[in-house]
């Protein structure tokens, strides 16, 4: 009988290698007490994986953001939290994506008045060093507030500045300049989904909000591209914008496309490309018409860096058209031009002749949805009878005769095929 209690209580497959490792025990006891005491610097480099692995992706940020570096922590932070995850987005780190996701989730969520500032300025020492892009598609203003009424006003307090007052957004000025990485700030003031509460005030991009922003974007003397699109941002506005973006250091893009931009704007931001290192501008569906080209024109003959151009809708007309020609005669550093959309006619494709013949840097044109008509899809064919370089030419309903556009499509086809051979003749040279 003693021997069959033997058998009972022994447990033929225990052996000593279920007994954990002594290091495995405090690796446990590390990951599990890491909150109070983020020891992980000290440890060796494999012990380290073994922790982070351990490590809950709940724990504070105040604790993981500036002792945690290992990529697989952050990439299991950004795919519990959002279902679509590119990380070729954020230059293939998972901890930039995770900051720069994060810090755009409470901006975009940030209510003036109600949301605690705390809750981005207690963020900025832990994701400053991580953050490059922040793309913020819309922006709350304050809650209204309906008791105002009832509340005992002084009578001096007048009621447009009250209102006023609760239009404001949130000031990106603290923000911004505390980036010291910052590259790329897309901005849209407005809300992207009001439901049955629809009110045009809910869109408004007022002077102050424009203040704070230009100067917020000319102490950021990291940024490279600035896009501020569908914000209701008119000449006045422009104006203030373009005399703070002057002789900034690195700004090379300025998207400020679906805006109110008219002429005093754009002759604003012609004065910016003479006096800034710009390659690209964006200004896509506003309202210039033929003065503004003309100012843009200006700035163009003037300018050395500027390579790409769009002023797809808006209403420039044959005089900002031909302005536009004339400055290209001369300048040497334009290879993209989009002019689709913009009522022009034979008058600009004449001026275009002889831009196609003189030339040399022009690679894209788009005159797509204009009336350049058969005189002006000729002139066009004549320009191009010797051009080497222009590799795109579109005229989608210009209403240029067919064989014409079949005889510059051939030609451009032919610059486009010579690049193409080109680059294949002259490789990168890169070890087989």
Excluded at 103 to 125: A, G, M, W
Excluded at 279 to 300: F, R, S, Y
Excluded at 344 to 372: D, W
Excluded at 380 to 408: C, Y
Aim: with cysteine; proline share 3%; glycine share 4%.
């Amino acid at each position: 009988s003693f021997y069959t209690r033997r058998c009972i209580t022994e447990d033929p497959s225990w052996s000593l290698v279920t007994v954990p490792h002594l290091t495995e025990l405090c690796l446990q006891h590390i990951a599990h007490n890491f909150e109070k005491n983020p020891i992980l610097n000290y440890l060796l480099p494999e012990h380290q994986k073994k922790v982070v692995d351990r490590l809950s992706t709940s724990l504070p940020l105040s604790v993981t953001a500036n002792i945690v570096s290992h990529e697989d922590y952050w990439k299991r932070c950004c795919l519990e939290r959002w279902q679509v995850c590119d990380v070729s987005n954020y230059g293939h780190s998972w901890k930039r994506m995770f900051f720069e996701r994060h810090l755009e989730n409470i901006l975009k969520f940030f209510i003036p008045n109600t949301t605690d500032p705390e809750q981005v300025l207690e963020l900025i020492p832990l994701c400053k060093g991580y953050v490059r892009k922040l793309q913020i598609d819309q922006f709350l203003p304050p809650l209204r507030v309906d008791q105002k009424e009832s509340n005992d006003l002084s009578d001096t307090e007048d009621d447009g500045e009250l209102g006023e007052v609760y239009m404001h957004h949130y000031d990106l000025r603290d923000l911004i300049t505390s980036l010291p990485h910052l590259q790329e700030l897309h901005l849209t003031y407005g809300v992207k989904s009001c439901g049955m509460n629809f009110e045009w005030s809910l869109f408004n991009f007022t002077e102050l909000d424009c203040s704070n922003l230009a100067a917020a974007v000319k102490m950021c003397h990291s940024l490279k591209v600035f896009k501020l699109t569908r914000s209701k941002a008119d000449d006045e506005k422009i104006k203030l914008l373009a005399r703070n973006l002057q002789n900034h250091p690195c700004l090379l893009e300025l998207d400020l496309s679906h805006n109110l931009i008219k002429d005093h704007g754009a002759q604003a931001l012609g004065k910016l490309i003479s006096h800034s290192k710009l390659e690209t501008l964006n200004l896509c569906n506003n309202q210039i018409c033929h003065l503004g080209a003309q100012a843009l024109a200006q700035g163009l003959a003037e300018s050395s860096t500027l390579t790409s151009l769009n002023l797809r809708l808006n209403f420039v007309d044959d005089k900002g058209g031909e302005a536009i020609g004339h400055a290209l005669l001369t300048n040497t550093s334009l290879k993209s031009l989009h002019l689709g959309s913009n009522n022009l006619s034979e008058p600009t494709a004449a001026v275009f002749s002889q831009v196609l013949a003189q030339n040399t840097t022009l690679k894209r044109i788009n005159f797509s949805c204009n009336h350049l008509g058969l005189d002006g899809g000729k002139q066009l064919l004549e320009g191009l009878a010797n051009n080497k370089t222009l590799t795109e030419l579109d005229l989608r309903h210009t209403e240029v005769e067919q064989e014409t556009d079949f005889l510059i499509h051939e030609i451009v086809w032919a610059n486009r095929e010579a690049v193409r051979l080109g680059s294949l003749q002259h490789p990168t040279t890169e070890p087989l």
